[in-house]
C-alpha cells in the first residue's frame, strides 16, 4: 500500500518571502502522479500543482514549484512570494496511473502567513 | 459550469440514526470519488464510481456505509446506525473520466456530527 508523510503540521512564513513545505511517500510502483492540494477554511480541496512521476523536469505553476527527487520519494512544495491568501491546509496526495484512481493523502501542513 | 456541490453544508445527528449524503457531480463527469475527512487528518478513500457502478469500495470502512448512484450523476452516501467515530468531514469530488490523467474536483464537503 501507498503512504504519504508530511513531517511538518504547522509551517509560518513572512508575506513575501519564500516557504518550503515537506512530503515524503512510499511506493512500489514506477509511475505514478504526486499532488499537492490546498484546503482554505471553506473545506473546498484546491489542486495546487501536479507532477508526473516520468516526467524528470519539476513542475511549476506560477509561484508555486515542487522539488520532485523519484529516488528519494520525496515532493517538496515551494511557495515563492507568499501571500496572505496562501494561508490554507497543504496536502500532499499520491496517485496511481492506471490500477485505481483514488488519491491517498499525506496528514497536511498548516500553513500561516504573516503581514 | 457549476462545480461538485454537496447537501447538506452541516449534519447534526444522535447516535444509532441514519444519515444520507448527497454529492452533486459536475456536469458530463463520469467518474465520481467520496472520501472521509477525519479532524486535523487528510482524507481517507471510501468509494469511487465509474458511471453508475462502485468500481472500487475497498475503503468503506464497515457494511453500515453504502453508496449509490442509480443514474450515473448525483450520488448518495448512506451510513445506517452512526456512532460518534463517524463524525468527520466527508468530501465527494468527480474527474471527467477514470484515467490517472483526469483532475478530480472536490465539493465542499458535508461536515457530520454524530452527538
Known amino acids: 500500500a501507498q503512504t504519504v508523510t508530511q513531517s511538518q503540521p504547522e509551517m509560518s512564513v513572512q508575506e513575501a518571502e519564500t516557504v518550503t513545505l515537506s512530503c515524503t511517500y512510499d511506493t512500489s510502483e514506477s509511475d505514478y502522479y504526486l499532488f499537492w492540494y490546498k484546503q482554505p477554511p471553506s473545506r473546498q480541496m484546491i489542486l495546487v500543482i501536479r507532477?508526473?512521476?516520468?516526467?524528470?523536469q519539476n513542475a511549476t505553476e506560477n509561484r508555486f514549484s515542487v522539488n520532485f527527487q523519484k529516488a528519494a520519494k520525496s515532493f517538496s512544495l515551494k511557495i515563492s512570494d507568499s501571500q496572505l491568501g496562501d494561508a490554507a491546509m497543504y496536502f500532499c496526495?499520491?496517485?496511481?496511473?492506471?490500477?485505481?484512481?483514488?488519491?491517498?493523502f499525506g496528514g497536511g501542513t498548516r500553513l500561516m502567513v504573516k503581514p | 459550469g457549476a462545480g461538485v456541490s454537496q447537501t447538506p453544508s452541516n449534519k447534526v445527528t444522535e447516535k444509532g440514526k441514519y444519515v444520507e449524503l448527497r454529492c452533486d457531480p459536475i456536469s458530463g463527469h463520469t467518474a465520481l470519488y467520496w472520501y472521509r475527512q477525519s479532524l486535523g487528518q487528510g482524507p481517507e478513500f471510501l468509494i469511487y464510481?465509474?458511471?453508475?457502478?462502485?468500481?472500487?469500495d475497498s475503503g468503506l470502512p464497515n457494511d453500515r456505509f453504502f453508496a449509490v448512484r442509480p443514474e450515473g450523476s448525483v450520488s448518495t452516501l448512506k451510513i445506517q446506525r452512526t456512532e460518534r467515530g463517524d463524525s468527520a468531514v466527508y468530501l465527494c469530488a468527480s474527474s471527467r473520466g477514470s484515467g490517472g490523467n483526469n483532475e478530480q474536483f472536490f465539493g465542499p464537503g458535508t461536515r457530520l456530527t454524530v452527538l
Open positions: 496526495a499520491y496517485r496511481r496511473i492506471n490500477a485505481g484512481n483514488m488519491l491517498t
Open positions: 464510481f465509474q458511471g453508475t457502478g462502485a468500481a472500487d
Open positions: 507532477q508526473e512521476a516520468y516526467k524528470q
